[in-house]
């Protein structure tokens, strides 16, 4: 069902799924911060951080300057006519500006992505070495994980299961660029697949500091035992522009 979805669906349906999630992602980095503080400000800064997809979607890059200048005003006048405990004024703004530039901006990208020549093959390309990746880091990490790779941030995570998540992402684009990117070569395989294997660890570890910081385990629970969109996106949101940026390069 989701491969066909992702197969067939045009670019604009991924827009609004794309909006769907920055929303649903939004709400769910802003609780973690703010709880039940803020709730107007959550709601509406989630809303319109959402809505900068739009813009990306039109390729109307005036229009998302604008979208996010107002999401930006919008916030200072809430925050200016709402102020609050001010020792705690800077980290909550800070913080949901953060997020206006966290989630529609990064996933802005797949819809970016999917409006390309072979966007479908590129979407693909990114899920599998980003699966891929997780899952090898995972079993290597387990089997011989010896020397901790963050343990400040994520004690769990080794040197030894980082490397070999970088070897299952060669492996997981070797298998899309054969089933949806024929023109890939070895050397395409394997510099693709090892930037994309380091930046989507590198997404996972900050959403793992952001959740650090905030003393939650995890972003949400609309996920029963699994988490919350932002912990199935956190690899994805800093893979999506980079393979956006390398299709338009390679291709």
Not at 7 to 16: E, H, V
Not at 152 to 156: A, E, G, H, M, N
Not at 208 to 218: E, N
Not at 232 to 249: E, G, I, K, T, W
């Given at each position: 069902?989701?491969?066909?979805?992702l197969?067939?669906?045009?670019?604009?349906?991924?827009?609004?799924v794309?909006?769907?999630?920055s929303?649903?992602?939004?709400?769910?980095?802003?609780?973690?911060?703010?709880?039940?503080?803020?709730?107007t400000?959550?709601?509406l800064?989630?809303?319109?951080?959402?809505?900068?997809?739009?813009?990306?979607?039109?390729?109307?890059?005036?229009l998302?300057?604008?979208?996010?200048?107002?999401?930006?005003?919008l916030l200072?006048l809430?925050?200016?006519?709402?102020?609050?405990?001010?020792?705690q004024?800077?980290?909550?703004?800070g913080w949901?500006i953060?997020?206006?530039?966290?989630?529609?901006l990064l996933l802005?990208?797949?819809?970016?992505?999917?409006?390309?020549?072979?966007?479908?093959?590129?979407?693909f390309?990114v899920?599998?070495?980003?699966?891929a990746?997780?899952?090898?880091?995972?079993?290597?990490g387990v089997s011989?994980?010896?020397?901790?790779?963050?343990p400040?941030?994520?004690?769990?995570k080794?040197?030894?299961g980082?490397?070999?998540?970088?070897v299952?992402?060669?492996?997981?684009?070797g298998?899309?660029?054969k089933?949806?990117?024929?023109?890939?070569?070895?050397?395409?395989?394997?510099?693709?697949?090892?930037?994309?294997?380091?930046?989507?660890?590198?997404g996972?570890l900050?959403e793992?500091?952001?959740?650090?910081?905030?003393?939650?385990?995890?972003s949400?629970?609309i996920?029963?035992?699994?988490?919350?969109?932002?912990d199935?996106?956190?690899?994805?949101?800093?893979?999506?522009?980079?393979?956006?940026?390398?299709?338009?390069?390679i291709?």
């Open positions: 069902m989701l491969i066909a979805f197969y067939y669906s045009t670019s604009g349906i991924f827009a609004l794309a909006a769907a999630f929303l649903v992602g939004l709400l769910e980095f802003n609780r973690m911060a703010l709880q039940a503080e803020r709730v400000e959550q709601y800064s989630s809303i319109a951080g959402s809505l900068l997809i739009i813009p990306l979607y039109l390729h109307r890059f005036d998302l300057l604008l979208f996010l200048v107002s999401s930006l005003l200072t809430l925050y200016l006519f709402n102020l609050g405990p001010l020792d004024l800077i980290f909550r703004l949901q953060l997020g206006l530039v966290y989630l529609p802005g990208h797949l819809v970016l992505l999917r409006q390309l020549p072979d966007g479908r093959g590129w979407v390309l899920l599998f070495a980003v699966m990746c997780d899952s090898a880091a995972y079993f290597v011989f994980g010896k020397h901790k790779l963050y400040s941030v994520s004690p769990k080794s040197v030894e980082a490397l070999g998540g970088l299952g992402s060669c492996l997981g684009v298998l899309a660029a089933l949806f990117l024929p023109a890939f070569g070895f050397g395409h395989i394997v510099l693709v697949g090892t930037l994309i294997g380091v930046v989507g660890q590198v996972d900050f793992s500091l952001l959740k650090r910081a905030c003393g939650v385990k995890d949400g629970g996920f029963p035992g699994h988490g919350g969109i932002l199935r996106l956190d690899s994805l949101l800093f893979a999506f522009p980079l393979a956006y940026y390398l299709a338009q390069v291709s």
